[in-house]
């Protein structure tokens, strides 16, 4: 899928564009990992995405979909 990101001094944005996603996993951990996973289209192929933030983040911060 395509994944963008945006940042300011203390907001990280991340998008996964994946239209008809199912079976969505996703995680994001305190040290810096971003996960995502589904499948999609008719024929349910698997995407997955991972990766490595530079840094720790906060993971209690209210997520925007």
């Known amino acids: 899928p ?3 990101w ?11 564009e994946l239209p008809d996603a199912q079976d969505v996993k996703l995680k ?3 040290e ?4 995502f996973s589904a499948t999609a289209g008719a024929e349910k192929i698997p995407y997955e995405v991972d990766i490595d933030l530079f ?3 906060d993971v209690n911060v ?4």
């Open 2 to 4: 395509s994944v963008k």
């Open 55 to 57: 840094d720790k983040i």
């Open 6 to 16: 945006a940042q300011t001094s203390d907001v990280l944005y991340l998008t996964v």
């Open 28 to 30: 994001l951990e305190p």
């Open 32 to 35: 810096g990992k971003f996960y």
């Open 62 to 65: 209210r997520a925007v979909t």
